[in-house]
């Protein structure tokens, strides 16, 4: 990897931590568009078919404090980074049938 | 407008689900076709920035709360709406598996209305517009993606049976009406950003180095 994608990967990735790290303190707490029709709509409230390890961007046992939202935050950042890099190299030109 | 469990029949989101798996396998196609080393590198940490923006709600009128999606950003800068099915879907499962974001039910009707329709309606409408002038366009193609979307959403809901379908449009098309101007600039923003930090790694189409030249 050459020095201008390494800075590319970088910088990028500090952006993304910084609104990670923001975000729980800044995000509004108000239902998002989705959630407040079906409010307006009197539509039930759901249960989650599946149980996720941070559910609501918060660590379990600590949803009250922001610094946990920090912590989920930068974790799915970091891991969504790793993933689409991961994914993007096996499916890219050099391993595919890609024209080249 | 990640949609929870419980809002669509299971039925309906074996639907949904297929359609985001084809889509999804026409996404990898084009990884295959058009990924290298040169263009990764932006892809991931857009994917990135996407799910960290996802967790940014602003406050809208009306008590609600709304959140940049980003599927006509990464259409645009990758020229490909299958670009964005393939972040969007990248994304959605990790919100979905690990934060509870979005059902794992619903997953294919999330990644239908924020991939799919997102990215298409964001590329197209910017291929359409871009006569009017980059960032005009770059901004409505970002609005009409969400506000779109969003539309889509409310009609599922109501084959759903869970909204009415009137109703949920209007609430629906509202609400994301005023969260569409936040897509907008945001996509506005990022895409100027890269202009000027890594303009080579835009595609002619949007970038304003190729439009100095034409001009």
Known sequence: MNTKNRNLIVGGLLIALVIAILAPFLASSNPDGLESTAESLEVPESEPAFESPLPDYAIPGMEDNPWGGVVALIIGTILVLLVTLGLASIFSKKNGNGSE | ?215
């Not at chain 2, 670009?83 to 959605?92: E, K, M, R």
């Open chain 2, 1 to 215: 407008m990640h949609i929870p469990d419980g809002f669509i029949p299971l039925w309906q989101c074996a639907i949904y689900w297929i359609i985001a798996l084809i889509a999804l396998g026409y996404s990898l196609k084009w990884a295959r076709e058009n990924l290298d080393e040169k263009n990764i590198p932006l892809l991931a940490v857009l994917s990135a920035g996407i799910f960290a923006i996802q967790a940014m709600n602003i406050p809208i009128p009306w008590g609600t709360s709304g959140h940049m999606v980003g599927a006509a950003l990464i259409a645009i800068v990758f020229f490909s709406p299958w670009a964005a099915v393939l972040v969007l879907s990248i994304v959605l499962i990790l919100q979905g598996l690990i934060f509870g974001d979005g059902g794992m039910t619903a997953l294919g009707a999330n990644i239908v209305n924020m991939g799919i329709i997102g990215g298409f309606i964001g590329f197209y409408a910017y291929k359409i517009l871009k006569g009017i002038g980059r960032i005009p366009a770059i901004f409505i193609a970002a609005w009409a993606s969400i506000f779109l979307a969003a539309i889509a959403c409310a009609i599922e809901m109501s084959i759903a049976g869970t909204f009415p379908l009137v109703e949920g449009v209007i609430f629906m098309g509202l609400y994301h009406a005023v969260i569409g101007v936040i897509e907008g600039v945001i996509t506005v923003v990022v895409i100027l950003g890269i202009d000027s930090a890594r303009p080579d790694l835009l595609p002619d189409w949007v970038s304003s180095r190729k439009s100095e030249v034409l001009e």
